[in-house]
């Protein structure tokens, strides 16, 4: 996140008004980014195969920007400074703006048949042995997550997956970074690792989760007010040492997804003078929502129970600029190559909970993504 600051960078930088080019600084508080990235869940985890491309780390200053501020759609363009490079600008801009009359439009399709598979004994298993530990006073939380395999009978356009999870799930922030091989990472998540703007700093706590329509008995429900007290009570204690003040909601609560509720509380911050983003995600990820609690404990479970390379699922996306930031944490998410999909979705494990609910909630979540893939 520190490593290249967009102020210092050879660019030229034009943005497309209705009828003009403007020429603007990199570092333009209208600009969101300019670097757009991601990163693993884990740094010290050995990488499978599948994730080498995406790399422990990618950042990307994008050559075309788009982006919507209110009813206003604005257009920026980068090329490295240098003889031409205003001419260079302007014909991309010229040619996005020409490709605006004809607002794009996904193949509708008939649904595809997916083959799909994943192990429910090997996650029940590993519930089991979570709840164990807990048990025993290892662990208060864990979370634990699993892999989806699915397959089309033909590749995959993620492109058109993207317009169909950013359809199916408009209170969720779509995502898709692909890698120089073509291996694309994309889902549509609910939650919000940090929002900052200058010292303002907004978070979430997201955690307890039902099927649709069950807001009201998941408010009632002591285990899922545990698994989201916890959720909380971290992220107010992570937050202190950053942060001049910190606030939250006094009550969670219910955010309700096409597919799945959960409970939400915000959580606000003024952040202390030098503290950048880079100190504000050390401090925040992974969050219990996607980890556990006491974090050391549940990270040590995970690693050497979990047995899967989790790449980038659940770790922060997004796009980072001077002074200015907004990343989300990576769920509801797939690993797409060519016709075969790696989904990634997870349960968070509290005293009390059971194999065969958890295995429920994570085939839940998995639908977003599942119906997506499908066109359904």
């Given amino acids: 996140l520190e490593a290249h600051a967009p102020h210092e960078l050879p660019v030229v930088l034009g943005a497309l008004g209705h009828d003009s080019v403007r020429w603007l600084d990199a570092a333009s508080p209208q600009l969101p980014g300019p670097w757009f990235g991601g990163m693993r869940f884990s740094p010290t985890e050995p990488v499978d195969g599948a994730w080498r491309s995406h790399g422990l780390a990618r950042w990307t200053l994008p050559e075309v920007l788009v982006w919507r501020d209110g009813g206003v759609l604005s257009v920026a363009v980068f090329a490295p400074e240098g003889a031409g490079a205003e001419d260079v600008v302007r014909s991309r801009l010229e040619r996005v703006r020409a490709s605006f009359p004809q607002a794009y439009r996904h193949p509708v399709g008939a649904p595809v048949a997916l083959r799909t598979a994943s192990s429910r004994r090997d996650f029940e298993a590993l519930v089991d042995r979570a709840v164990e530990a807990i048990g025993t006073g290892q662990l208060h939380k864990v979370v634990l997550a699993r892999a989806l395999e699915a397959e089309g009978p033909e590749p995959f356009d993620v492109v058109d997956v993207l317009a169909r999870l950013r359809e199916q799930n408009p209170r969720c922030a779509t995502f898709l970074f692909r890698a120089p091989d073509g291996t694309g990472f994309l889902g549509a998540t609910p939650e919000t690792l940090c929002r900052v703007d200058g010292r303002r700093l907004e978070t979430e706590a997201l955690a307890g989760s039902a099927a649709p ?8 429900s002591d285990k899922d007010r ?12 992570a937050l202190t040492p950053v942060a001049a003040s910190v606030s939250a909601d006094a009550q969670p609560s219910v955010l309700a997804l096409k597919n799945v509720v ?3 509380t915000g959580i606000r911050a003024e952040l202390a003078d030098g503290v950048d983003t880079a100190k504000v995600v050390t401090a925040l990820h992974p969050t219990p929502a996607v ?12 690693v050497e129970h979990e047995s899967l390379d989790r790449g980038w699922y659940a ?26 999909a790696r989904l990634f979705v997870g349960a968070g494990i509290v005293a009390g909970s059971s194999a065969e609910s958890e295995w429920r909630e994570t085939e839940m979540k998995s639908l977003a993504m599942l119906r997506a ?4």
């Fill in 315 to 340: 770790g922060p996306v997004g796009w980072v600029g001077p002074g200015r930031a907004h990343l989300v944490v990576a769920l509801r998410s797939a690993l797409v190559r060519g016709a075969k």
């Fill in 291 to 302: 980890g556990g609690t006491p974090r050391e404990r549940a990270l040590s479970f995970l």
């Fill in 373 to 376: 893939l499908g066109g359904r």
């Fill in 213 to 220: 329509g069950g807001g009201e008995a998941l408010d009632a």
């Fill in 226 to 237: 545990r698994e989201h007290d916890a959720v909380v009570r971290y992220i107010l204690q």
């Fill in 262 to 264: 959960h409970l939400r």
